[in-house]
């Protein structure tokens, strides 16, 4: 019973590097998410997806590309990252976009930008 | 502006006492509110979820209560466990079109860290 699951868990960047997080459901789900959590802070929405084949933005989605490549999976890209983007990057998913809907969540990606 | 406030940052209790835990928020329109565990290195699990007309919810030894008048909800943690250990986030859903849709914004709190000591 895997539910949401992201990779890679840790990695360590330099200024300028690309990389993609990636992001699977096992649930049949079709809504999903990509936020972020910084110390001191609530989570913060990056973008999320609906549905299959959109993607909107979310509260800070500057320096973040995302793909649904399907409905069951959600990736996220960091294009020349940066130091701010310091951070733990959580995927997540709902069965749809209603309110109301329980969200999962994964365990986490921690990414570090020296 | 919308915001979800949590009390207190930190509380560290005896293992077998009870605890609660307090959020604040100023979300309108209010749509619902959740309570979510976070384990150290973890991500969020769900515990409960309140829509306007639900004062009170339980989950096991957690039970969430609600009072959209004042705009304050509470988790109460019964017979506290070593497990019980973990960050507490309020996430409070706003009624607006934003990101797409009828879906909520979801507007998150900073979390209570609960540290259960033997």
């Known amino acids: 019973n895997a539910g949401v699951t992201q990779t890679p868990k840790f990695q360590v960047l330099k200024t300028g590097q690309s990389m993609t997080l990636q992001c699977a459901q096992d649930?049949?789900?079709?809504?999903m998410y990509w936020y972020r959590q910084d110390p001191g802070m609530g989570l913060r929405l990056i973008y999320y997806s609906a549905s299959e084949g959109t993607t909107d933005k979310g509260e800070v989605p500057n320096g973040y590309n995302v793909s649904r490549l399907n409905k069951r999976e959600f990736s996220l890209r960091l294009e020349s990252a940066a130091p701010s983007q310091t951070s733990v990057y959580f995927c997540a998913s709902a069965r749809d976009r209603m309110q109301g809907n329980t969200i999962y969540f994964g365990e986490g990606s921690w990414l570090t930008v020296v | 502006k919308n915001q979800v406030e949590q009390s207190p940052q930190s509380l560290i209790i005896l293992e077998g006492k009870n605890c609660t835990l307090q959020c604040n928020y100023t979300v309108s329109p209010f749509s619902n509110l959740r309570w979510y565990k976070q384990d150290t290195g973890r991500g969020p699990v769900s515990l409960t979820i309140?829509?306007?007309?639900?004062n009170t919810k339980s989950n096991g030894r957690y039970t969430a209560t609600l009072d959209a008048d004042t705009k304050q909800s509470s988790l109460h943690i019964t017979a506290s466990q070593l497990s019980d250990s973990a960050s507490y986030i309020c996430?409070?859903?706003?009624?607006?079109?934003?990101?797409?849709?009828?879906?909520?914004?979801?507007?998150f709190g900073k979390g209570t860290k609960l540290s259960v000591k033997p």
């Open positions: 996430v409070v859903s706003a009624r607006v079109r934003n990101y797409g849709g009828s879906q909520g914004n979801l507007i």
């Open positions: 649930m049949n789900h079709n809504s």
């Open positions: 309140m829509t306007f007309s639900e």
